[in-house]
């Protein structure tokens, strides 16, 4: 006559999995952050992997109709060293969201809480462990941490940020529109490609790109080698103009 479910037990913080319930303590990514007694960022390699496998959590959640509300460091936990969605406490149905809950800071205020809201605290969650920052303190969302310069692994954490510019921009409509596409870019970087957009030039200054080369074009060319070449005599055969070259 109970209705009850099941649910995996996170790893123990000291002993990994090996759990004595006196002194069991749950491994969750906050604590991967704070561990040292303070914020540190995990590093790029280790963010990519993590997100790669919350990312396929929150495809397979949202196929099923529905959306979790409280994705944050705290409510992840590790199982078997595999980062997990956890704490299903405000997960519903999309259809069923008429009241917005979550923590501050993960959830744009006044947004309707839909597959794009969890998107957007997924990005976030990824700018905590790949900066260490904390993402109620910068006003300046998503600045990167001034000693960028010196990271091994700069470039996988550029990259990286333009997966939260893109998972966190304000408007939904601008968002990953499915944790399938977050995924993918994902992906894309592991397989060594690059998700930075890249630099295209409008119609007007690609015109006057070429204005400018054609005249340079022109001061760079010799004066003798822009002579009407020499018209062949009518006696000439087909074979000797065609021993002659190309005429300039």
Same mark, same amino acid.
């Not at 007007?204 to 001061?219: D, F, H, I, K």
């Given at each position: 006559?109970?209705?009850?479910?099941?649910?995996?037990?996170?790893?123990?913080?000291?002993?990994?999995?090996?759990?004595?319930?006196?002194?069991?303590?749950?491994?969750?990514?906050?604590?991967?952050?704070?561990?040292?007694?303070?914020? *540190?960022?995990?590093? !790029?390699?280790?963010? &990519?992997? +993590?997100?790669?496998? $919350? /990312?396929?959590?929150?495809?397979?959640?949202?196929?099923?109709?529905?959306?979790?509300?409280?994705?944050?460091?705290?409510?992840?936990?590790?199982?078997?060293? *595999?980062?997990?969605? !956890?704490?299903?406490? &405000?997960? +519903?149905?999309?259809? $069923? /969201?008429?009241?917005?809950?979550?923590?501050?800071?993960?959830?744009?205020?006044?947004?309707?809480?839909?597959?794009?809201?969890?998107?957007?605290?997924?990005?976030?969650?990824?700018?905590?462990?790949?900066?260490?920052?904390?993402?109620?303190?910068?006003?300046?969302?998503?600045?990167?941490?001034?000693?960028?310069?010196?990271?091994?692994?700069?470039?996988?954490?550029?990259?990286?940020?333009?997966?939260?510019?893109?998972?966190?921009?304000?408007?939904?409509?601008?968002?990953?529109?499915?944790?399938?596409?977050?995924?993918?870019?994902?992906?894309?970087?592991?397989?060594?490609?690059?998700?930075?957009?890249?630099?295209?030039?409008?119609?007007?200054?690609?015109?006057?790109?070429?204005?400018?080369?054609?005249?340079?074009?022109?001061?760079?060319?010799?004066?003798?080698?822009?002579?009407?070449?020499?018209?062949?005599?009518?006696?000439?055969?087909?074979?000797?103009?065609?021993?002659?070259?190309?005429?300039?």
């Amino acid at each position: 006559g109970y209705f009850y479910y099941l649910m995996e037990l996170a790893d123990d913080r000291q002993t990994g999995q090996i759990r004595s319930p006196a002194a069991y303590v749950p491994r969750t990514l906050r604590w991967e952050l704070e561990k040292n007694g303070h914020r *540190e960022r995990l590093p !790029a390699e280790a963010c &990519l992997r +993590t997100m790669l496998s $919350l /990312t396929a959590g929150l495809e397979e959640l949202h196929s099923g109709g529905l959306i979790h509300r409280d994705i944050k460091p705290a409510n992840i936990i590790f199982v078997q060293g *595999e980062p997990k969605l !956890a704490d299903i406490g &405000l997960v +519903t149905s999309k259809d $069923l /969201t008429r009241t917005i809950m979550g923590t501050p800071g993960y959830f744009l205020e006044g947004e309707p809480q839909t597959e794009r809201s969890d998107i957007y605290a997924l990005g976030k969650v990824l700018y905590e462990i790949l900066t260490g920052l904390d993402r109620r303190d910068d006003v300046d969302f998503p600045r990167l941490p001034e000693g960028i310069r010196s990271w091994p692994d700069r470039q996988l954490a550029l990259e990286l940020n333009e997966v939260v510019s893109k998972a966190c921009a304000r408007s939904p409509r601008k968002r990953y529109q499915s944790a399938g596409g977050m995924r993918q870019d994902l992906e894309r970087l592991v397989s060594g490609k690059s998700v930075r957009p890249r630099v295209r030039l409008s119609a007007g200054a690609l015109g006057l790109g070429l204005v400018v080369a054609a005249g340079l074009l022109a001061v760079l060319v010799p004066l003798p080698f822009r002579r009407t070449a020499k018209q062949p005599d009518a006696g000439t055969n087909a074979a000797s103009i065609s021993s002659q070259g190309p005429r300039l």
